[in-house]
């Protein structure tokens, strides 16, 4: 089946830009040295891919993603990199143990607590590094992982997530940040032992030499707020739309707010003709409205790039693998909801 | 089940606030005179409710909620209120007319012929009336409706939609704008002909006198953005999230991005305790970093509200209706997706 017949919005994966995306980071944090973020694409064919490169381990931010990856067959060492203390929820995870390696992050009595009530056998211990989210002070990271080992979890070591630096204009800057957080972590693990430091994203995963293990996703499929860094990722992602309106200055497609995470802005429509680019107006809940660069008509096609990658994968029920305009596979987006 | 017990993030809907919006505005816009737009809750139980109080007729934004209004024995009378010209889903909706009377929007040569290509029966003829979106110039809707019919469609009326009106400041200028769109609405609908003039939302539900049915859809379960409206109706829908991290200055819940449509900004927390509100600072894929107003523990749950209720709703699989705290109702979310 080519592109043009499929009903839109369709999100359409490009084999070969996924393909690039994969090899350069491989290249650059080969197996062990990536644990690749599942939330960010929620697709256990292309967790598949980063497999079939060498990396073995997963980063996932959902119990469900983690007991999918574990149904999927690719549980060799799965991290919910993500505090977690409802019972039901933890009782189906505790239940993968029987086909895959889970290890839990950890952050206070609470969930140190509710992790062993629910006879989870692994746990990182997640640190502060400086984003204002979820992470306990690294002063207190080997207390709890007494408090952990106390309870028959083994401490593998620890995480962090320095999210806040991920996109800074200033490179030296970002560098010298990046290496403070890691210093706390470096330190917090100092105290808490175990063979783990895993740290970082696709905005930093250039700056890190001293943790074991690097967790990135956005780098396979992309988006515009990453493709800011420069970095050697290309765009793997589209929504394809079809045009169902054109007025005098303006034309309307099918991709609207409910195909597309807004929370990073409005998306960037790929130029198709002369590389002219053409601007969005807004998005509605099916609709962008949007100033074309060249001439469009009813019923062309126009992809649209995300802003953000891990929602807008989200609110799809399939990804479909494209090679030279022709659709090869069908990659269900089986790792949704909770 | 009491709601403590759901596991997170969890949507609810709030049956007596329901039953509050649908009541008042069945009041205002009895039976006919209102066609409640199903995009805003993508749920054909919650569409049964709206039944159960007198509307019959319903707007839909999708194929698929089309025809899955229509299996649900909702079919009376749906209308599309967007255009479509992929031909598979047409036929799709073609194939629904033996359980329902489809309607679909028209607003240029080839939807016209698309919809007489796939043995469509119905349509009304789509009139820009401000909005920069679909619709047709006014002088041209009597040539697209005469194509209809030489091809034909019945041809039942006219539709417009003044979305760029829904929420201003000024009441005197949204009333003035509103009777200025209504009246290009009106005219086009002189050389149309049919029953139906169809318009409005939320917004503008109570600015109506010469339209016969109004389509309106938040309402029913509201958001954040509507209520700065003032409007009779309150906050039905919330998504429970539970408290997994707490610092010395915020906290942290399971409530992200990937749970809450952003495309209208944050959402809010609704206050528990002494009306005082929590400020959110950002939401992540999966969390919500908040100030808490008065002090929470990890396994707290909180109720946030979204900014924009459609997409919420398209996020999730089901929604859990609640009565005084108890779940008494599954409510599938079933209209999602395309």
């Known amino acids: 089946m080519n592109v043009a017949q499929l009903s839109t919005p369709a999100l359409i994966i490009d084999s070969d830009a996924l393909d690039h995306n994969l090899r350069i980071m491989a290249a650059a944090r080969p197996g062990p040295l990536l644990r690749p973020h599942v939330k960010a694409h929620k697709c256990s064919s292309?967790?598949?891919?980063?497999?079939?490169?060498?990396?073995?381990?997963?980063?996932?931010?959902?119990?469900?993603?983690?007991?999918?990856m574990a149904d999927a067959g690719l549980g060799d060492d799965l991290l919910l990199a993500n505090e977690v203390i409802d019972s039901t929820r933890l009782a189906g995870l505790a239940a993968a143990q029987d086909r895959a390696m889970?290890?839990?992050?950890?952050?206070?009595?609470?969930?140190?607590?509710?992790?062993?009530?629910?006879?989870?056998?692994?746990?990182?211990?997640?640190?502060?590094?400086?984003?204002?989210?979820?992470?306990c002070r690294p002063d207190d990271a080997a207390r709890l992982a007494d408090r952990a080992r106390g309870r028959g979890i083994d401490v593998?070591?620890?995480?962090?997530?320095?999210?806040?630096?991920?996109v800074m204009d200033d490179?030296?800057?970002?560098?010298?940040?990046?290496?403070?957080?890691?210093?706390?972590?470096?330190?917090?693990?100092?105290?808490?032992?175990g063979d783990v430091i895993s740290a970082g994203g696709t905005g930093t995963y250039h700056l890190h030499h001293r943790v074991t293990e690097v967790q990135a996703g956005s780098y396979a499929l992309m988006d515009s707020y990453y493709a800011q860094l420069g970095h050697p990722f290309i765009q793997a992602c589209f929504v394809?739309?079809?045009?169902?309106?054109?007025?005098?200055?303006?034309?309307?497609?099918?991709?609207?707010?409910?195909?597309?995470?807004?929370?990073?802005?409005?998306?960037?429509?790929?130029?198709?003709?002369?590389d002219a680019a053409s601007s969005v107006w807004f998005l509605s809940d099916e609709h962008v409205t949007f100033a074309p660069a060249t001439p469009v008509r009813v019923g062309d096609q126009i992809r649209v790039i995300p802003a953000h990658i891990d929602p807008t994968m989200a609110m799809h029920d399939v990804a479909w693998l494209v090679h030279d305009g022709e659709v090869i596979d069908r990659w269900p987006i089986d790792l949704r909801g909770w």
């Open 171 to 193: 490179s030296d800057e970002q560098r010298s940040r990046v290496d403070d957080a890691v210093e706390r972590l470096v330190g917090a693990h100092e105290h808490v032992g």
């Open 46 to 68: 292309l967790a598949a891919a980063q497999a079939a490169v060498g990396h073995r381990s997963f980063t996932c931010a959902t119990v469900r993603e983690m007991i999918g």
């Open 102 to 135: 889970i290890t839990v992050a950890l952050d206070s009595d609470e969930t140190v607590d509710a992790a062993a009530q629910a006879g989870i056998h692994h746990a990182l211990i997640d640190v502060n590094i400086g984003l204002p989210r979820c992470g």
């Open 156 to 166: 593998r070591g620890v995480m962090g997530y320095e999210g806040h630096l991920m």
């Open 240 to 274: 394809v739309g079809t045009v169902v309106s054109v007025s005098a200055n303006y034309a309307v497609a099918d991709v609207g707010l409910k195909a597309m995470g807004m929370d990073h802005g409005n998306p960037t429509i790929a130029p198709c003709v002369d």
